[in-house]
């Protein structure tokens, strides 16, 4: 987990990646980030975090990613890598160990389009519960997450498999699991009793060492929460 304090506007730039080793830059409370920490940590990459104050983005951290987004990866070599199921395939294809994305074409096939389904769901993570906050009706966003959500939960079922893609865990439930990890925190996780297997799925996943790793407590993601929505984001909550 790291602990680092992040680097804003007029800090001072890390020096250059160690060479056998790769830098994410990342920030601590970014579900999409997370992805490549769980990837990093669940291959047992070598690695170090450079977290960034993304309301106050350094100079030198737009020079390497223009779009100024997190997860970005650097070699050291100066090679960039940013978008992350990317950065993740990147990572599973250079570091060839305990890989997580399957060689057969064909299933690897399936689980980017599974993840393309699933991009479609994260919006809802959001959109309830800002909605909540603003007084509106979200009624039919709560009823298309449920239908989201039942989906994925026929899939286990009817699969029979611990994790999304098969007996053991895989690429596609690294890319799921941040927002899963979200639930609680923006009271949402009574979404999940209409849905057993999917309930049992995110049981099995905090059971793992690599989530274990990288997760924060409900409480941690409320207090990071609440300092985002009040326009005041303390990239630094808790360290
Ligand atoms: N499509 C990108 C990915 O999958 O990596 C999304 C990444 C993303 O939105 N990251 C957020 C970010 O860097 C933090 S959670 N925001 C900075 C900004 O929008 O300026």
């Known amino acids: 987990m790291s602990t680092q304090k992040s680097f804003a506007k007029g800090s001072t730039a890390p020096g250059p990646v160690p060479e056998g080793t790769i830098r994410l830059y990342s920030m601590r409370f970014c579900p999409f980030a997370q992805r490549a920490r769980l990837v990093l940590?669940?291959?047992?990459?070598?690695?170090?975090?450079?977290?960034?104050?993304?309301?106050?983005?350094?100079?030198?951290?737009?020079?390497?990613?223009?779009?100024?987004?997190?997860?970005?990866?650097?070699?050291?070599?100066?090679?960039?890598?940013?978008?992350?199921?990317?950065t993740c395939e990147y990572l599973d294809e250079v570091y060839p160990d305990n890989k997580l994305l399957p060689s057969d074409p064909f299933e690897k096939a399936q689980q980017k389009m599974m993840l393309e389904c699933y991009s479609k769901v994260v919006p809802y993570f959001y959109k309830i519960p800002m909605g909540k906050r603003n007084g509106e009706d979200v009624s039919?966003?709560?009823?298309?997450?449920?239908?989201?959500?039942?989906?994925?939960?026929?899939?286990?079922?009817?699969?029979?498999?611990?994790?999304?893609?098969?007996?053991?865990?895989?690429?596609?439930?690294?890319?799921?699991?941040?927002?899963?990890?979200?639930?609680?925190?923006?009271?949402?996780?009574?979404?999940?009793d209409g849905t057993p297997e999917l309930k049992k799925w995110t049981e099995r996943m905090l059971e793992d060492p690599a989530v274990k790793e990288t997760m924060h407590a409900p409480d941690t993601h409320i207090g990071f929460y609440t300092s985002y929505i009040a326009g005041k984001a303390d990239y630094d909550y808790g360290l």
């Open 140 to 192: 039919a966003l709560e009823g298309e997450l449920k239908e989201k959500l039942a989906k994925l939960n026929e899939h286990l079922k009817t699969k029979k498999s611990n994790y999304m893609a098969g007996d053991s865990i895989t690429m596609i439930d690294y890319m799921m699991w941040p927002w899963f990890e979200r639930m609680e925190g923006m009271q949402l996780k009574h979404f999940l």
């Open 41 to 86: 940590q669940a291959k047992g990459i070598k690695h170090d975090v450079v977290n960034i104050n993304l309301k106050e983005k350094p100079d030198w951290f737009l020079e390497k990613n223009p779009l100024g987004l997190v997860p970005t990866l650097e070699t050291p070599s100066g090679q960039v890598i940013y978008e992350s199921p990317i």
